[in-house]
């Protein structure tokens, strides 16, 4: 009842009613649980995302082969060696959220400015897969690995991580020499 006496929830109000006294019928409402995922809803792909970039991925390292130095006319092998999928559980919120990092392409800088891309962590000798010629001096070369992701929310199914980040491993220095052929008197 308002102090005015007028009416509530459209029923009139009696002046002089004491307080507590009711105004109308007893309305009914149904018990029922409520859906707390509404007011706490499972994270969205973009919030994984967010989390996926902070993720301590792996910097795979850079291999040359030969190790050491190289020489001119011989192609230098590039690989890695390290681990290209990675399963992390993460917290979000409340939810168990389980993201599988799969390195998805490996970029060398080679040094001299050539970028090799391949969808393979290349391979060592005899089973190479990335080479690249040189010149004589030396060069620092490095690589960059792009993962891409999936993840599941609470046992649910995988979806893609909408995006990728990137590592970048250790770089590697090493010096291509250019062999010289030497007479020699045999007789000597």
Avoid: K
């Avoid at 307080?19 to 149904?30: K, S, Y």
């Avoid at 910097?59 to 681990?83: E, H, K, S």
């Amino acid at each position: 009842m308002l102090a005015d006496g007028t009416a509530v929830d459209n029923y009139p109000v009696v002046p002089g009613t004491a307080p507590g006294t009711p105004v109308g019928p007893w309305q009914a409402f149904p018990r029922a649980c409520v859906d707390i995922t509404a007011l706490n809803p499972a994270p969205t792909p973009d919030e994984v995302f967010r989390y996926f970039e902070r993720l301590p991925l792996p910097q795979l390292p850079t291999r040359q082969q030969p190790p050491g130095d190289a020489l001119v006319g011989l192609p230098v092998i590039f690989f890695t060696d390290g681990p290209t999928t990675q399963t992390y559980t993460l917290d979000i919120r409340g939810f168990t959220v389980d993201i599988v990092a799969t390195a998805e392409s490996f970029t060398w800088h080679t040094g001299d400015g050539a970028h090799l891309t391949s969808t393979d962590p290349g391979a060592p000798y005899p089973d190479q897969t990335v080479t690249h010629d040189y010149a004589s001096g030396t060069y620092t070369a490095s690589l960059t690995t792009t993962w891409s992701g999936t993840f599941s929310v609470d046992g649910s199914a995988s979806v893609d991580v909408p995006g990728t980040t990137t590592t970048d491993g250790a770089p590697v220095t090493f010096t291509v020499v250019e062999a010289r052929a030497v007479l020699t008197n045999p007789h000597d």
